[in-house]
T-cell receptor, first 114, second 112 residues
Framework: KAGVTQTPRYLIKTRGQQVTLSCSPISGHRSVSWYQQTPGQGLQFLFEYFSETQRNKGNFPGRFSGRQFSNSRSEMNVSTLELGDSALYLC?????????????FGPGTRLLVL | KNEVEQSPQNLTAQEGEFITINCSYS?????LHWLQQHPGGGIVSLFM???GKKKHGRLIATINIQEKHSSLHITASHPRDSAVYICAVTPNSGGSNYKLTFGKGTLLTVNP
């Protein structure tokens, strides 16, 4: 089976712009979670989607949003980018939601905001 | 205080040594995950456990729910084990309202 894929792998944006990141889960996996990783804060949970519904959301401002499509692919969007949004954004898929399943991580999208 | 604390933050070992990384957490959990992250960012899930002990090759993970503590052991360490090891917990919030919570990670360097 192909692993979790994320596009793009690298992205450079300027403050105030918006960005959309994409995640394709392992075939058959219906749950997709998104995480932000920074040197200062480490890994932090952004949100989780299952069957096109957002089930959980982390402590991030409303500028961070996401969605999931009927084929389980997911996108996350960050509007009005700030310098502090520079990070590695990881998605992970699993068969079912809830954090009690093995998570399979994608390679990540490295976002740099200038 | 973080909900998930790992120790040590950094660990340097010689090839062949037995390695232990510790994880303590302060909330009730339904599962604990050990993850491995190599330079470049890719994360691999090593173990998910809710009780007892699991073994995969040279890696062993244990958890003590009463003491809120887990350990990751690496036997006969090898330079390819050099990576950041991250502990994460699924808080037992009930229902579907969970937020996977991560430790800061342990940077392991194994020298030949």
């Amino acid at each position: 089976k192909a692993g979790v894929t994320q596009t793009p792998r690298y992205l450079i944006k300027t403050r105030g712009q918006q960005v959309t990141l994409s995640c394709s889960p392992i075939s058959g996996h219906r749950s997709v979670s998104w995480y932000q990783q920074t040197p200062g804060q480490g890994l932090q949970f952004l949100f989780e989607y299952f069957s096109e519904t957002q089930r959980n959301k982390g402590n991030f401002p409303g500028r961070f949003s996401g969605r999931q499509f009927s084929n389980s692919r997911s996108e996350m969007n960050v509007s009005t980018l700030e310098l502090g949004d520079s990070a590695l954004y990881l998605c992970a898929s699993s068969l079912f939601p809830g954090g009690e399943e093995t998570q399979y991580f994608g390679p990540g999208t490295r976002l740099l905001v200038l | 205080k973080n909900e998930v604390e790992q120790s040590p933050q950094n660990l340097t070992a010689q090839e062949g040594e037995f390695i232990t990384i510790n994880c303590s957490y302060s909330v009730g959990i339904s599962a604990l995950h050990w993850l491995q992250q190599h330079p470049g960012g890719g994360i691999v899930s090593l173990f998910m456990l809710s009780s007892g002990k699991k073994k995969h090759g040279r890696l062993i993970a244990t958890i003590n729910i009463q003491e809120k503590h887990s350990s990751l052991h690496i036997t006969a360490s090898h330079p390819r084990d050099s990576a950041v090891y991250i502990c994460a917990v699924t808080p037992n919030s009930g229902g579907s309202n969970y937020k996977l919570t991560f430790g800061k990670g342990t940077l392991l360097t194994v020298n030949p």
